[in-house]
Every structure is written in structure tokens, then in C-alpha cells.
């Protein structure tokens, strides 16, 4: 891993290795986030009071296989597509709550998945190029285990959950549908690690 990453100064022990998830993890995403926005969240006076906790967009991934997209074409009030039905490899989604937008990789098999300590950041390879996301982990949550790329915290400029929805959705289709002539580009300044390059750039897609 580069020196360049920012990294916690206490850093956690590598938990231990992650079970594969092999059902569509958003329910439990939900169930979660609800947990936490209702047990220590509600209160906080940065939260967006016009958004809820959602996951949504959720699908198997391979770095290498061509055949899989992203959820550029589902519609904003779609469920996600059963494991049954994709190929196998790591979930990638979205997560919604009045605190946060965010995206999210959870362990399905694939080969994007790496254990890592908490508060760890990585570079992940998609489409658009490299992605940073930052490791989590909870023994005594509903989803253990996950890593997140954070987009919008807190969510302050959404006016509803629909556009919220919209702009989770957009980004997620921007990681694996880039438009001509993006894609150079977006991978150039998304890989010098930089957090408000990367934001800056979500934000662009997310709000047409």
C-alpha cells in the first residue's frame, strides 16, 4: 500500500476473517443504520431530518468481469437484484441516512474484498478507477464487517429522500457506466487520494 494514505494513529489488530455475505445485504444495512439513528443519531443537530435510512443499488461485482454493470439503469424505488440471480462476486451499494450518503463494499466472495483493520483506507479499482474507501468493522453489528467511500456528510444540501435516492443512484451508475471522456480524468484525480477531489467530483455527478 502507498505511504500516501492517510492512516488512523492507532490503528486497530486485523479483525478476523470475514464470513462471504450471500443474500442481498441492504435489509440489513437498514435494520442497522435505523439501530444507530434511533439509539445515538436522532439528537445530533447536523442530521437532515427530511432523509431516512436506506440501502439501495446493491449487486455482485468482479473487478474482471465485463458482463456485470452497475445500477445505472434501475429506478430509484427498485429493489435490489437477488444473489441467485448475479454472478458471483462483492456487494457494492449505497447507504442513505440523515447523516450521511455513502458508498459501501461488503464481502460476497469476489476479489475486491480484503480483510483490514478499522480506520484503514484503500484504494479500490472500478471502471471510473480507483476509489478510496476507509474499513469498519463492529463484531456486534448486524453487518459486521464493510468499507465505505464517504460522499455526502452530512447530507445537508438534499431537500428530500428522492433526491437523495437520485443522487446515490447517480453516483453508483458514474463507478461503472462512465461517460465519454470522463473516465481518464476522473481516474487521474481520484487517484491522488484526495477527498475533496473525489467529493467535489461525486457531487458533479450526483446533481447533474
Known amino acids: 500500500m502507498s505511504s500516501g494514505f492517510r492512516q488512523p494513529a492507532v490503528r486497530d489488530e486485523l479483525p ?10 441492504a435489509p440489513r444495512l437498514t435494520t442497522m443504520y435505523r439501530r444507530i439513528w434511533f439509539e ?14 436506506e ?24 429493489r435490489s437484484t437477488p444473489a441467485a440471480q448475479t454472478p458471483a462476486g462483492d456487494w457494492i451499494g449505497a447507504v442513505i441516512t440523515p447523516w ?20 484503514e483506507r484503500c484504494l479500490l479499482e472500478f471502471p471510473i478507477g480507483p476509489l ?5 468493522h463492529d463484531p456486534a453489528a448486524e453487518i459486521p464487517k464493510f468499507q465505505y467511500c464517504p460522499l455526502f456528510a452530512p447530507p445537508s444540501e438534499f ?6 435516492r437520485a443522487a446515490a443512484l447517480a453516483a453508483l451508475a458514474a463507478m461503472f ?14 487517484s491522488k487520494k484526495s477527498e475533496s477531489s473525489r467529493r467535489a467530483f461525486f457531487r458533479r455527478i450526483a446533481q447533474g
Open 132 to 136: 478510496e474507501f476507509i474499513a469498519d
Open 159 to 164: 431537500p428530500s429522500q428522492t433526491a437523495a
Open 16 to 25: 478476523p476473517v470475514t464470513g462471504i455475505i450471500g443474500e442481498d445485504p
Open 55 to 78: 440501502a439501495l443499488g446493491f449487486h455482485r461485482w468482479q473487478p474482471d468481469d465485463s458482463t456485470t454493470t452497475g445500477p445505472a439503469a434501475t429506478p430509484p424505488d427498485a
Open 40 to 53: 445515538t443519531m436522532h439528537e445530533m443537530p447536523f442530521v437532515n431530518a427530511a432523509l431516512s435510512v
Open 100 to 119: 450521511f450518503i455513502n458508498l459501501f463494499v461488503l464481502p460476497g466472495g469476489g476479489t475486491l474484498w480484503s480483510d483490514r483493520p478499522r480506520g
Open 177 to 190: 457506466a462512465p461517460p465519454p471522456g470522463v473516465r481518464r480524468s476522473a481516474a487521474a484525480s481520484l
